[in-house]
C-alpha cells in the first residue's frame, strides 16, 4: 500500500529565505506525484506535479520539487519565500494501478515571517 | 464559473440528526471523491466514484451513503451524526482514475455539538 512522510509539521522561515519541504513515498509500483497548498479555510490548490518526463517540476509562482526514485522523495523547495506563502502543504501520491486516488501526507505548516 | 462547489460551507448539526452535503462539478470529469480532514489537518479519502459506480469504499461507518445521481454530482449523506464526525469534508473530481490531479472544493465545516 502507498504511504506519503511529511517529516515537518511545520518549517518557520524568514521572509526572502529558501525553504525546503520533505516529502518521502513508499509504493511497490509507479508512481504519481503532487504538492497541494492549502490556504486558511480554503481549498486545496495543486502547486505542481510530477507524471512522467522531467523529474525536475515548476510551478508558477517559484516553487520546484524533484522526483527521486532512488530515495523515493519528492522534495519542494522555493529559493526565495515571500509572506503570501504562509500555509499548509501537503504532498500526495497516486498509483499507476490499484487503489488510484491520492493518499496525502499529514502536511506542514510553512509560516513566513517578516 | 465555479469548478467543484459544495454545499453548504458550513454545517452545525446536533449529536444524532441527519444531514447531507452536496457537490457539483462543471469540468466535465469522470471521477469524483469526497475526503475528509481531520481537526489535525489530515485528509483521507473515504469514497471514489467513476462514471456513478463506486470504486472506492474506505473503512468508514455504513452512516455515510454517498450517492451519484450523474457523473456531474456526488453528494454525501450521513445519519446519525456523532461528535466525531465534525471535520471538514472536500469534494474532489477528477478527469480518469488515474495519471492526473484531483480538483477540490472549498470545502464543508461540518460541527456537531
Known amino acids: 500500500a502507498q504511504s506519503v512522510t511529511q517529516l515537518d509539521s511545520q518549517v518557520p522561515v524568514f521572509e526572502e529565505a529558501p525553504v525546503e519541504l520533505r516529502c518521502n513515498y513508499s509504493?511497490?509500483?509507479?508512481?504519481?506525484l503532487f504538492w497541494y497548498v492549502q490556504y486558511p479555510n480554503q481549498g486545496l490548490q495543486l502547486l505542481l506535479k510530477?507524471?512522467?518526463?522531467?523529474?525536475l517540476v515548476e510551478s508558477i509562482n517559484g516553487f520546484e520539487a524533484e522526483f527521486n526514485k532512488s530515495q523515493t522523495s519528492f522534495h519542494l523547495r522555493k529559493p526565495s519565500v515571500h509572506i503570501s506563502d504562509t500555509a499548509e502543504y501537503f504532498c500526495a501520491v497516486s498509483e499507476g494501478t490499484g487503489r488510484r486516488a491520492l493518499t496525502f501526507g499529514s502536511g506542514t505548516r510553512l509560516q513566513v515571517q517578516p | 464559473d465555479t469548478a467543484v462547489s459544495q454545499t453548504p460551507k458550513y454545517l452545525v448539526t446536533q449529536m444524532g440528526n441527519d444531514k447531507s452535503i452536496k457537490c457539483e462539478q462543471n469540468?466535465?470529469?469522470?471521477?469524483m471523491y469526497w475526503y475528509k480532514q481531520d481537526s489535525k489537518k489530515f485528509l483521507k479519502i473515504m469514497f471514489s466514484y467513476n462514471n456513478k459506480e463506486l470504486i472506492i469504499n474506505e473503512t468508514v461507518p455504513n452512516r455515510f451513503s454517498p450517492k451519484s445521481p450523474d457523473k456531474a454530482h456526488l453528494n454525501l449523506h450521513i445519519n446519525s451524526l456523532e461528535l466525531g464526525d465534525s471535520a471538514v469534508y472536500f469534494c474532489a473530481s477528477s478527469p480518469r482514475q488515474t495519471n492526473t490531479e484531483a480538483f477540490f472544493g472549498q470545502g464543508t465545516r461540518l460541527t456537531v455539538v
Open positions: 510530477y507524471l512522467s518526463g522531467s523529474t
Open positions: 469540468l466535465g470529469h469522470d471521477t
Open positions: 509504493s511497490s509500483v509507479s508512481v504519481y
